[in-house]
């Protein structure tokens, strides 16, 4: 069936530090992909998706890449604040329904 | 003008009760759902309705019970609690339910089992 493994977290980092938090998948068919961040006490909310092969979603600084050759879709940001601590999900949904990933937990110090 | 809203945010209650979680959206989406988020922050799909109609079910206990009365409530009805349905329920809401649609999240009720 279709699966989603993150990297474990938690994953600390300084302000302005690069970050990387790696996801890979495995599902039949072409899934579409998707990030998604909750902030403490929060809800979950759409970060970026990339819905092809290639197609690269950004928003606030982060960027992921759909790479169907390594069946991945790591996430990025060039340098993050303490405002991006969160717990970041990586989900697919493709014939099924959504399936998350267990979340990376990041905390930013500053 | 919240999007997706959830009633309780939080829920104490003693095993064995009955209780009931309610979600409204104001997007006009034919899809919604429920997930479960247990302590470890694992997110699991349990039901998905699509214009008022059950169409995913995942192996959920029968004494978890969905109800939508139209398109934009999907309610959630759960007899007999147990210490074992601790955990965070959101509610979720998408256009049509496909597999590049958004999936937009309420804000989370936290069910504590004593």
């Known amino acids: 069936g279709n699966s989603v493994t993150q990297m474990e977290g938690p994953v600390t980092l300084s302000e302005e530090a690069f970050l990387t938090i790696n996801c890979t998948y495995t599902?039949?068919?072409?899934?579409?992909l998707f990030w998604y961040v909750q902030y403490p006490g929060e809800g979950l909310q759409l970060l970026l998706k990339?819905?092809?092969?290639?197609d690269k979603g950004s928003n606030k600084g982060f960027e992921a890449t759909y790479r169907k050759e390594t069946t991945s879709f790591h996430l990025e940001k060039g340098s993050v604040q303490v405002s991006d601590s969160a717990v970041y999900f990586c989900a697919l949904r493709g014939n099924t329904p959504l399936v998350f990933g267990k979340g990376t937990r990041l905390s930013v110090i500053a | 003008d919240t999007a997706v809203s959830q009633t309780p945010k939080y829920l104490v209650t003693q095993m064995g009760n009955d209780k009931s979680i309610k979600c409204e959206q104001n997007l006009g989406h034919d899809t919604m759902y429920w997930y479960k988020q247990d302590s470890k922050k694992f997110l699991k799909i349990m039901f998905s309705?699509?214009?008022?109609?059950?169409?995913i079910n995942e192996t959920v206990p029968n004494r978890f019970s969905p109800k939508s009365p139209d398109k934009a409530h999907l309610n959630l009805h759960i007899n007999s609690l147990e210490l074992g349905d601790s955990a965070v329920y959101f509610c979720?809401?998408?256009?049509?339910?496909?597999?590049?649609?958004?999936?937009?999240f309420g804000p989370g009720t936290r069910l504590t089992v004593l």
């Open positions: 599902a039949t068919g072409y899934p579409s």
């Open positions: 309705y699509n214009n008022k109609e059950l169409i």
């Open positions: 990339a819905t092809k092969a290639d």
């Open positions: 979720a809401s998408s256009q049509k339910g496909g597999g590049t649609d958004t999936q937009y």
